[in-house]
């Protein structure tokens, strides 16, 4: 089982929709959780840590569920400017200093 | 905010020969840099963890013969690819994490590094 897995997509949904994608991990002692964004050919830039209680940015929404690992992230009203690839992260900690990334989902935003 | 450069953006070599990026944090010093390498459309790989003044630590699979890397100040790590090889061409990305200890970590741009 890989450590953090994610629905590769594509997404390809309408300007304005709204677009949930899902996460599991596989360490249920895991410390911290991120998405992160990435454009084709870019470095990833952190969107948003994700927090126990979920935690809101904007049109961005992110929740996480420890007894299910499992780590959503929601985008409302979709702009084209979405269209990217979001990857979810999971930092096992105890220890552990590096991130493991799943293998992204791929959003397209059309007009 | 926190920023990481790297260098070169975009490097073409021989096989056979070797190649150096670095991977420099700007405004921050950073104890640990982390260098990922990524093959289209798949996630980022770790390939091993840095430390400034100590040895690398690299992930299983990750030859650290071959891909050297030295991290001499609390601001630079460099990542050697010695030997290249046609299937060692991929997008290489630096990271580091401040001293601040969070987890968060600030990329650099990536390098593309083509083997032919």
């Known amino acids: 089982r890989k450590e953090v897995e994610q629905d590769p997509g594509p997404f390809n949904v309408p300007e304005g929709a709204t677009v949930a994608f899902n996460c599991t991990y596989s360490?249920?002692?895991?410390?911290?959780f991120f998405w992160y964004r990435q454009d084709c050919r870019k470095e990833p830039k952190l969107l948003m840590s994700?927090?126990?209680s979920g935690n809101e940015d904007g049109r961005f929404t992110a929740q996480l569920n420890r007894a299910s690992q499992y780590i959503s992230l929601l985008i409302r009203d979709s702009k084209l400017s979405d269209s990217a690839t979001y990857l979810c992260?999971?930092?096992?900690?105890?220890?552990?200093?590096?991130?493991?990334f799943g293998a992204g989902t791929r959003l397209t935003v059309k007009p | 905010g926190a920023v990481v450069s790297q260098h070169p953006s975009w490097v073409i070599c021989k096989s056979g020969t070797s190649v150096k990026i670095e991977c420099r944090s700007l405004?921050?010093?950073?104890?640990?840099m982390f260098w990922y390498r990524q093959f289209p459309k798949q996630s980022l790989m770790l390939m091993a963890t840095?430390?400034?003044?100590?040895?690398?630590?690299?992930e299983q699979g990750v030859e650290k013969d071959k891909f050297l890397i030295n991290h001499a100040s609390l601001t630079l790590s460099t990542l050697t690819v010695t030997s290249a090889h046609p299937e060692d061409s991929s997008f290489y990305i630096c990271?580091?994490?401040?001293?601040?200890?969070?987890?968060?970590?600030?990329f650099g741009p990536g390098t593309r590094l083509t083997v032919t």
């Open positions: 994700v927090y126990s």
């Open positions: 405004d921050f010093q950073a104890t640990t």
């Open positions: 992260v999971v930092n096992p900690g105890e220890n552990n200093n590096d991130m493991r």
């Open positions: 360490n249920s002692a895991s410390q911290s």
């Open positions: 990271s580091a994490r401040d001293l601040a200890g969070v987890y968060e970590q600030y």
């Open positions: 840095s430390n400034e003044g100590s040895k690398a630590t690299y």
